[in-house]
């Protein structure tokens, strides 16, 4: 059964900074893109970051650029985020997803879908 699970939100301090995890399994990791979402309290989700399957190409979205960086360890099936500089409006669920043949940033792209974890920035 495909599975992503992410541990690891938390409460930080603006300013500071926090590392999100994403564990895949049942599915070929090392082929897929992937992907982090997040849904601030009382909007949509929106598009975060996405990073090819060689590892090599990156995609952010402009509000993060500089700030988070996206990375993936094929041989542990897993996906990174560090996030720095946090600002209380990076405040949101964070979600990991992936897919196939595209750094989308649309969710309806992507196939595989973690449960979600709670970032919490305060001023």
């Known amino acids: 059964q495909e599975q992503l699970v992410e541990p690891g939100g938390g409460l930080v301090q603006a300013g500071g900074s926090l590392r999100l995890s994403c564990a895949a399994s049942?599915?070929?990791?090392?082929?897929?893109?992937m992907a982090w979402f997040r849904q601030p309290p009382g909007k949509e989700r929106e598009f975060v970051a996405a990073?090819?399957?060689?590892?090599?190409?990156?995609n952010y979205t402009d509000s993060v650029k500089g700030r988070f960086a996206i990375s993936r360890d094929n041989a542990r099936n897993m996906v990174y985020l560090q996030m720095n500089s946090l600002k209380p409006e990076d405040t949101a669920v964070y979600y990991c997803?992936?897919?196939?043949?595209?750094?989308?940033?649309?969710?309806?792209?992507?196939?595989?879908w973690g449960q979600g974890t709670q970032v919490f920035v305060s001023s």
């Open positions: 049942g599915f070929t990791f090392s082929i897929h893109d």
């Open positions: 990073l090819s399957w060689t590892g090599v190409i990156t």
């Open positions: 997803a992936a897919t196939r043949g595209t750094m989308s940033p649309y969710e309806g792209e992507y196939k595989y």
